[in-house]
């Protein structure tokens, strides 16, 4: 059965979806984008993701098509439409079609910046087995552009990073500056644990601001855990009991060997496996 998408004011099937050829996003990824979780129906963060989309925008200097009530209003009726009990929605907004390929951008008064979403079900989702036994990542020299903060499209850098871990026989990649700090996974926020303490790496420009990463940190302080926020090398991670990673599809996920070298026992620790029970219990109670 046809998925059902929404493109521009418009729901209409995934075969019936069309863009300009002439679209920024299309010619210079010149957008940005944001993935909600749906656990049993109901939205995970979408005000989180919300925020983060108008934020992103605002650093393109780039108009919101619709207001956050019509926002949370599409992002309902995807799920009603499609049917996702548990799932992801996409969402992508473009600087729009100026009618020509041109480097200067157009006159926002004279072009509207387009909007598309679309489903993915992932039946349990939250039961992703992954969990059990943990990832396994690489590092790879952090080659991206400055402005990690924003959340655009432009992903191919980061879709490389997991081919070159899938190429190891790892699951996925962290980005590691030339000083050896790591400044997140290609598409999750990174983090290790020594003794009780979570270190993450501090909030800037470098990396992009998890809306999963805040709940986390958020819950974790609840729970009088130690929370320090700083860079932290790659051998230093090697040398963590445990390290997990965050994202609004993988929820909290046990990484388990870094570079080969194995973390703890070789299998999830306790707290990033207490911090995935907590978060998907606080989430779905707050879901939306």
Known sequence: MSRIVYVNGEYVSEEEAKISVFDRGFLMADAVYEVTSV?????????GHAARLARSLAELDMASPVSHEELLAIHREMVARNGIEDGLIYLQVTRGNPGDRDFVFPDPEKVRPGIVLFTQSK??????????VGMKVISIPDIRW??????????????MGKMMAKKAGCDDAWFVEEDGVVTEGTSNNAYIVKGSKIITRHLSEDILHGITRAAVLRIAKEAQMAVEERA??????????EAFVTSASAFVMPVVEIDGAMLGQGKPGPVAKRMR???LEESRKAAI
């Open 39 to 47: 656990l049993d129906g109901k939205l995970i963060d979408f005000d």
């Open 123 to 132: 039946p349990g989702l939250a039961d992703n087995p992954a969990a059990q």
């Open 146 to 159: 400055g402005r990690r903060d924003i959340k655009t499209v432009q992903l191919l850098y980061p879709s």
């Open 232 to 241: 932290f090398t790659v051998e230093e991670a090697k040398c963590a009991d």
């Open 277 to 279: 029970e907590i978060y």
